[in-house]
């Protein structure tokens, strides 16, 4: 074989869509989301340490629409990121493979990432 | 039978570089961050409605900022090997070479920075 037409991994285009992909393909987008997310955890440390202006103005942009959604979406990823790494976890341990025991452990990862996000954003809300 | 010798039938197929180092990294930096990752989302919860000096006092304390580094160290080190992976599957070539130094030296200086940071604020609260 050439090395030019080795077969490359992962082609998303030619697998037909079912849970099992879809929720490998979550935990990386998930994943890269969260690498954009250490940039503003960083950029949170290097403001307080910068002085109270640089703090407020970057506590600001946290509290307003935008950065408020930011973090709605990062709490999501970080939990469906975080259940499905330990489901992962387990894998690694060689447990959990059976097809029906793969497909539910994923939607429950899915499940406690939304109740997790919802229930701490409700939290945050509720006066 | 082939009259290749079984190091040339190999050479070029695979990776054959440190994947058993980067898997185990991956690994162990994903446990490490299992207790750091959730004390830091329930800290912050609590910090929310916080003025800066109830957060840099919260960040000088010794216990949370030995925790903040090591997060910041985790966070950084398995958020690198991830991003590699990625890069290493989609981007091929220049554009992956150029991907893969950006990420690799984006990913130090965001370890420097919020190891620096939580030191500077720790210093300055003594």
């Known amino acids: ?127 | 039978m082939s009259l290749q010798a079984p190091l040339a039938r190999v050479l070029g197929l695979g990776s054959a570089k440190e994947g058993a180092g980067h898997w185990w990294a991956q690994r162990s930096t994903a446990i490490g961050m299992l207790p750091l990752t959730l004390w830091f989302a329930y800290s912050a919860m609590g910090l929310q409605h916080g003025n800066y000096e109830m957060v840099s006092a919260w960040i000088a304390e010794p216990a949370n900022a030995i925790g903040l580094i090591l997060l910041v160290v985790a966070v950084v080190y398995h958020s690198s090997l991830g991003l590699q992976v990625v890069i290493e599957d989609y981007l091929h070539g220049g554009k992956g070479f150029a991907a893969m130094v950006v990420t690799k030296l984006t990913h130090f200086a965001l370890g420097v920075a919020g190891i620096y940071a939580v030191i500077v604020v720790s210093v300055g609260a003594r």
């Open chain 1, 1 to 127: 074989m050439a090395r030019s037409d080795r077969p490359l991994s992962p082609h998303l285009d030619v697998y037909a869509w079912q849970t099992s992909n879809a929720l490998s393909i979550l935990h990386r987008i998930t994943g890269v989301m969260l690498a954009v997310g250490a940039i503003a955890l960083v950029g949170w440390l290097v403001s307080v340490a910068s002085g109270p202006a640089a703090y407020a103005s970057v506590n600001g942009f946290f509290a307003g629409p935008i950065g408020a959604l930011m973090l709605f979406g990062w709490t999501f990823c970080f939990f469906y990121h975080l259940a499905n790494g330990i489901r992962h976890l387990f894998w690694d341990a060689g447990y959990g493979f059976d097809k029906q025991r793969a497909r539910h452990t994923g939607w429950l990862a899915v499940a406690v990432a939304l109740v997790m996000t919802l229930g701490i954003w409700a939290a945050i809300i509720a006066p």
